[in-house]
């Protein structure tokens, strides 16, 4: 299983960014999708996900500002990011899990939103 991250960068305050995830040697239509972060000093924190069914779910703290979405064909994931705060800053994994809950994890993508 391969996931490779992309799209992490430096942006301002009220910015956007779009984060990509594609994914390798997984039947990709079958696995929950999503992505977690990790600040400097903090623990990793869940972020979002997509099921394979495209319902989605957010954590309160980038509720309608984020948006996680799949597409299939191209076996990836995407975190479009909007109205960037500093305290989004942070290292952002993806992940793919199955229906046991096991994770698999992508190798992360910094994100840095300067004030």
């Known amino acids: 299983v391969q996931l490779q991250a992309s799209g992490g960068g430096l942006v301002q305050a009220g910015g956007s960014l779009r984060l990509s995830c594609a994914a390798s040697?997984?039947?990709?239509?079958?696995?929950?999708m999503g992505w977690y972060r990790q600040a400097p000093g903090k623990q990793r924190e869940w972020v979002a996900f997509?099921?394979?069914?495209?319902?989605?779910n957010y954590a309160d703290s980038v509720e309608d500002r984020f948006t996680c979405s799949r597409d299939d064909r191209k076996k990836t994931v995407y975190l479009e990011m909007e109205t960037l705060k500093p305290e989004d800053t942070a290292v952002y994994y993806c992940?793919?899990?199955?229906?046991?809950?096991?994770?698999?994890w992508g190798q992360g993508t910094q994100v840095t939103v300067s004030s």
């Open positions: 997509v099921t394979s069914g495209g319902t989605t």
């Open positions: 040697g997984i039947n990709f239509n079958l696995y929950r």
């Open positions: 992940y793919a899990e199955t229906r046991s809950r096991t994770k698999y």
